[in-house]
């Protein structure tokens, strides 16, 4: 056993020590200190495993097979760091050694709840210590090679540095939310609870959301498909928990105004966990690998995930069980048009849409059970998302202009007003630069409803302090959000362009000029091409590259943020030998005679026949000197597909066929004695009107969220009421 198993071996046994030393105070007793040391110890033990395998990376020590299947002497420092999480093994490390900083950090906070809590979450480190030692990132491999595979292409990018940790921190933080109110649940203490999870709840539902922006910002720059959401597991994996987060944030406003929801806040804290666990499983047992292209491969984690997700599960149920009855409920009035009564509407919608993105992720493992496993498309969720996207837009306003209507004794509608005006100016102009799908034009007058509304509120708040309006800051980004969204999704055009060398194209009212490629640092096919608007130029370099782990072909495109363009590559064209402007070969019509080299070729017409095979032949004329011959190129098709004929040229040389254009009568032929061409190239060119304001609104959400976060803690701290 290595000093990296040790470690890893090390930190277990200090977690199940730091446990047990904790369990008294579930019962009220007082503990002493060494709990807290073997807790420290557990978070010490784990982060110098994770900065241990990192030095492994830096020394090149391909002994590791983890290292030798992700490091590589190639890799620049930054990625070199970043492909100590790159795989399953050294991922969830980052996770367990965030995970017991969070809980460190927890260590540190004061409240009768602070030692229970910490019991839970010792427990629950230890459980997922048990992944890491079943598949240990520090396990020999059995050869040493020279040099790693290294990272895949498309993750050898900045994004690999920043996305993975800031993702991982929020799948920490969820944990705190989950082990308060088990803490909660186990003392009785349920006002303690409310005040101590105000800041871990925003903490959650601001790093998640980082987290998931910078997913949506890479797939955007580096992924060929045009996107930045495609509703994969990965993707549904990490927005189920942060739907969870946001509904727990306006159900702890709700419980604080009105003192109910305590129930339901304590049920979404236990359940959010456990969304965490489950896409944990979804997305690393192999369950979905034939589903999902970046869900891992069964690593031997499938039983260990399962049972870490059943247990926590079970436990949570059974300790809610027991004290349901001790919770105390306020009464909170659903059918009276209120502030509160917005925000419960709001947890409910927001509740329901993570129930149906998990319904949709779960459903190959439904459909499994009878028979061929099945993934729902993507329409399924744009249909239930469409409908509570705007449900929740407009509680967005409402809840706002209630607040003010109550504080000003003013009627909702004079409160409403401002953002009414800009919900019917932001749609009219919808309509009329090309919006024209209801469900999309009645979003964007809710989000220019939330717009407004949530921007005079900001503004009137920011009025009393630095950080009174940035809730409503981050409901304003939100919209902002919401109508990148609509824009960018309903107003943009593609168009698939073939690319010769040299010939100008046109597409959506460009110029396209291709001049070639090049092979890139990472061993690319780099396209060089020149992209003309008015009084505006851009010159892409798409790429494509084949994968070394054999995934195929990977495209990273060209991208104006600017010009809202973005330049996909697709494909290469063969060059034939041969001619003129199609790939290198010549498009001769019948009758139409080239003569190349001193031979003349004159095409005579098709013929077709169907023996064992079918064959599509063209005749063609050949003139050399006094001497004329025919010869028949042509394609074969059967069983194994299409494939050419070539036909021998008395004297020497081949004619055969490139393409055939039946419907205007003529061939491509590859003819000797003509220079061949540079390949051709398939590109998509497509719009994306408006899609900085996604970007824009999510960086303004954010923002918002963290002052709101910043501001609770701040109350916490001084002991102010919240």
């Not at 800051?473 to 960018?488: K, P």
Request: glycine share 12%.
């Amino acid at each position: 056993m290595g000093i990296g198993d040790i470690l890893l071996w090390s930190a277990f046994v200090a977690a199940i020590a730091s446990a047990a030393f904790f369990a008294p105070t579930l019962r009220g007793k007082q503990v002493s200190t060494l709990p807290a040391w073997l807790y420290g110890a557990h978070t010490a033990l784990l982060v110098g495993a994770m900065v241990l395998l990192g030095s492994y990376f830096f020394g090149h020590r391909y002994e590791f097979a983890y290292v030798a299947q992700y490091g590589s002497r190639e890799l620049s420092p930054s990625l070199t760091l970043a492909a100590s999480w790159a795989g399953q093994e050294g991922s969830i490390l980052l996770w367990l050694a965030l995970g017991a900083l969070v809980g460190l950090a927890m260590l540190r906070q004061p409240g009768p709840l602070k030692a229970p809590a910490m019991f839970f979450m010792c427990l629950t480190q230890a459980a997922l210590s048990v992944l890491v030692l079943a598949r240990s990132p520090f396990r020999l491999g059995e050869t040493v090679p020279a040099d790693g595979q290294g990272l895949n292409p498309l993750l050898q990018d900045p994004w690999m540095v920043a996305h993975p940790p800031a993702l991982f921190i929020g799948y920490a933080a969820m944990l705190a939310p989950f082990a308060l109110a088990a803490a909660a649940l186990a003392r009785q203490d349920y006002k303690e609870w409310l005040r101590v999870v105000w800041p871990w709840a925003l903490f959650a539902l601001v790093t998640l959301g980082i987290g998931i922006a910078m997913g949506g910002v890479w797939a955007f720059k580096v992924l060929g498909w045009g996107g930045y959401w495609g509703w994969d597991p990965v993707e549904n994996a990490s927005l189920i928990p942060w739907l969870m987060s946001v509904a727990l944030v306006h159900g702890l406003l709700i419980q604080r105004a009105t003192g109910s929801a305590a129930r339901t806040n304590l049920l979404i804290s236990l359940v959010g966990w456990s969304t965490v666990l489950g896409g944990t499983y979804l997305t690393r047992s192999g369950v979905l690998q034939d589903i999902s292209v970046h869900s891992f491969a069964d690593s031997g984690l499938r039983i260990p995930l399962l049972l870490v997700l059943t247990i926590s599960t079970a436990a949570a149920a059974l300790l809610l069980r027991a004290r349901w009855g001790s919770i105390e409920q306020g009464s909170a009035s659903m059918t009276n048009v209120t502030r509160s009564s917005a925000l419960w509407m709001g947890l409910v919608t927001v509740v329901v849409l993570a129930g149906l993105v998990s319904l949709g992720t779960i459903t190959p493992l439904l459909t499994r059970m009878f028979g061929a496993p099945a993934s729902v498309q993507n329409g399924f969720y744009t249909a239930v998302s469409l409908p509570l996207a705007v449900a929740m837009t407009l509680l967005m306003a409402l809840g706002p202009a209630l607040r003010w209507s109550s504080d000003r004794a003013q009627s909702p509608w004079s409160a409403l007003l401002p953002g009414a005006v800009v919900g019917v100016v932001v749609s009219v102009v919808a309509y009329m630069r090309g919006v024209h799908d209801p469900g999309r034009l009645v979003l964007a007058l809710a989000a220019g409803l939330a717009l407004g509304v949530n921007a005079v509120t900001a503004v009137r708040l920011f009025r009393r302090g630095w950080s009174y309006g940035s809730g409503y800051l981050g409901h304003f980004g939100i919209a902002v959000m919401v109508l990148g969204m609509v824009a960018s999704g309903s107003l943009g055009r593609s168009e698939r362009v073939r690319l010769v060398p040299g010939t100008p194209s046109k597409a959506l009212g460009y110029t396209l000029t291709y001049s070639g490629m090049q092979t890139s640092a990472k061993g690319g096919q780099q396209l060089s091409i020149r992209v003309q608007g008015n009084n505006w130029f851009m010159d892409a370099r798409p790429e494509l590259f084949a994968s070394p782990r054999g995934e195929g072909t990977m495209r990273k495109p060209a991208i104006s943020m600017a010009h809202d363009l973005y330049v996909s590559p697709v494909d290469i064209e063969q060059a034939a030998a041969g001619g003129d402007a199609e790939g290198g070969a010549t498009w001769l019509t019948k009758g139409q005679e080239v003569t190349i080299s001193g031979v003349g070729y004159k095409f005579l017409g098709f013929r077709m026949t169907s023996h064992e095979a079918m064959q599509v032949l063209a005749d063609v004329e050949v003139r050399q000197g006094g001497t004329v011959t025919t010869v028949s190129p042509g394609i074969k098709i059967d069983k194994s597909g299409k494939r050419p004929m070539d036909a021998e040229i008395p004297g020497g040389g081949v004619v055969s066929v490139s393409r055939i254009d039946a419907d205007n009568g003529r061939v491509a032929m590859a003819l000797p004695g003509s220079a061949p061409a540079a390949p051709a190239a398939i590109i998509e060119l497509s719009t994306k009107p408006f899609i900085n304001l996604v970007w824009l609104g999510a960086l303004v959400a954010l923002l918002g969220t963290g002052l709101a976060g910043m501001r609770r803690a701040a109350v916490k701290m001084s002991g102010r009421a919240a």
